[in-house]
């Protein structure tokens, strides 16, 4: 079974700063990967997605993430942080055959300026 | 469209009584899933439904869950009888496809068992 791991409970960084959200999975095969989002009170939105082609892909919000299957990562990165990207941060994996997609723990992120 | 819609967004209840979730997803999506959310354990899948059918309740706590999709606008998660540590923000999303596609989520119903 696919499981996925977000090593960091909560990051703080400074307004302008970059980021990066670490994730890591487990499966053998090609995985499908996402990003979410979760401000206060709200539901998950969809970040960006992986499950084929090139590894570095392109979200919404100016997130980007990128897929190394020799580290088994799919980390998260924005150049410079908005005071509107603080909320947690959730990765997931998903495989071909299955319909259920593993949800990490969550990161929270915190900006202050 | 409007949306993965939830009601009610807040609950509070006192132990022992029946509560029921309600879930309307994306019109045309084929695939619902509930979901818990608690500090303890995170964002849990409880059950999924593919085209109304149940296809995995595997993670459905205990008999007092218990989940409908009488048709394709419209489930239920339904927990008799409810205790405390049922409190949590339970989570609908729907889903057109496969697995890679996107699952819209709604915006929650926050669980108080008192």
């Known amino acids: 079974a696919q499981s996925v791991t977000q090593p960091d409970i909560h990051i703080t960084v400074s307004e302008g700063a970059s980021l990066e959200l670490r994730c890591n999975y487990s499966?053998?095969?090609?995985?499908?990967l996402f990003w979410y989002v979760q401000s206060p009170g709200q539901g998950l939105q969809l970040l960006l997605k992986?499950?084929?082609?090139?590894?570095l892909v392109q979200g919404i919000k100016g997130f980007e993430a990128e897929f190394k299957r020799s580290q088994s990562s799919f980390n998260l990165r924005k150049p410079s942080v908005h005071w509107s990207d603080a909320a947690e941060y959730f990765c997931?994996?998903?495989?071909?055959?299955?319909?259920?997609?593993?949800f990490g723990t969550g990161t929270k992120l915190q900006v202050i300026p | 469209d409007a949306g993965v819609i939830q009601s009610p967004r807040h609950e509070v209840t006192e132990m022992g009584q029946e509560v029921t979730l309600r879930c309307k997803p994306i019109?045309?999506?084929?695939?619902l899933f509930w979901y818990r959310q608690t500090m303890m354990r995170g964002l849990e899948l409880l059950i999924y439904?593919?085209?109304?059918?149940?296809?995995?309740d595997s993670g459905m706590p205990e008999d007092r869950f218990s989940a409908k999709m009488p048709n394709a606008s419209f489930s239920t998660l339904k927990i008799q009888p409810s205790e405390p540590r049922d409190s949590a923000v339970y989570f609908c999303?729907?889903?057109?496809?496969?697995?890679?596609?996107?699952?819209?989520f709604g915006p929650g119903t926050r669980l108080t068992v008192l």
């Open positions: 999303a729907s889903r057109a496809g496969r697995i890679y596609n996107e699952q819209f």
């Open positions: 499966y053998g095969a090609t995985p499908y």
């Open positions: 992986y499950f084929s082609g090139d590894t």
């Open positions: 997931a994996v998903g495989a071909a055959g299955y319909q259920k997609v593993t």
């Open positions: 019109s045309g999506h084929d695939y």
């Open positions: 439904f593919n085209n109304n059918v149940p296809i995995d």
